[in-house]
T-cell receptor
Framework: NAGVTQTPKFQVLKTGQSMTLQCAQD?????MSWYRQDPGMGLRLIHY???????DQGEVPNGYNVSRSTTEDFPLRLLSAAPSQTSVYFC????????????FGPGTRLTVT | DAKTTQPPSMDCAEGRAANLPCNHS???????VYWYRQIHSQGPQYIIH???NNETNEMASLIITEDRKSSTLILPHATLRDTAVYYC?????????????FGTGTRLQVTL
């Protein structure tokens, strides 16, 4: 199993550009989440999904969209990038309602200039 | 969600036990205590969780006080590879295990 994979590893955007951060997991996990981590800070939840076709907002959803058309993939879209979105983005997955362990991907380091 | 307080940093000699404290005095009855760690900007790694009983797995032990207002993560024989930021998180129920908020954690430095 590859676990949770994220692409790209690094990205530089100009203000106003849009892009999609990719996240995939091969563990057949129902639950998936997106977090951001600003320098020197902990992680904050952006969006999460409890299964294909079901998504909901987390703590800091503004400026981001998600969709979950398959169990495996959970892409995060930045609609119009802003310097405040410079951060490291982590995707995570979890198997089901009785499991407590989240598996995290390696992260995408995004810089918006 | 209950707020947690952790010391910003701790040191531990290799081979000794590392005891990382966490205060969560406002924890409510259905909230779990989770511990994750993050090694050098990698994705966080789950360590252990508990509700009210002490828990042990292959990585660590979690000791929760009887009143549940604080807990301690114990790494019994710390190695250099355990150098990381350790996060204590309090959250309620299995349905919220994917919706965690990480604070700034404790930076554990294991030294020779």
């Amino acid at each position: 199993n590859a676990g949770v994979t994220q692409t790209p590893k690094f990205q530089v955007l100009k203000t106003g550009q849009s892009m999609t951060l990719q996240c995939a997991q091969d563990m057949n996990h129902e639950y998936m989440s997106w977090y951001r981590q600003d320098p020197g800070m902990g992680l904050r939840l952006i969006h999460y999904s409890v299964g294909a076709g079901i998504t909901d907002q987390g703590e800091v959803p503004n400026g981001y969209n998600v969709s979950r058309s398959t169990t495996e993939d959970f892409p995060l879209r930045l609609l119009s990038a802003a310097p405040s979105q410079t951060s490291v983005y982590f995707c995570a997955s979890r198997s089901d309602g009785i499991s407590y362990e989240q598996y995290f991907g390696p992260g995408t380091r995004l810089t918006v200039t | 969600d209950a707020k947690t307080t952790q010391p910003p940093s701790m040191d531990c000699a290799e081979g000794r036990a590392a005891n990382l404290p966490c205060n969560h005095s406002t924890i409510s009855g259905n909230e779990y205590v989770y511990w994750y760690r993050q090694i050098h900007s990698q994705g966080p790694q789950y360590i252990i969780h508990g509700l009210k009983n002490n828990e042990t797995n292959e990585m660590a032990s979690l000791i929760i006080t009887e009143d549940r207002k604080s807990s301690t993560l114990i790494l019994p024989h710390a190695t250099l590879r355990d150098t990381a930021v350790y996060y204590c998180i309090v959250r309620g129920g299995t349905g919220t295990a994917s919706k965690l908020t990480f604070g700034t954690g404790t930076r554990l430095q294991v030294t020779l």
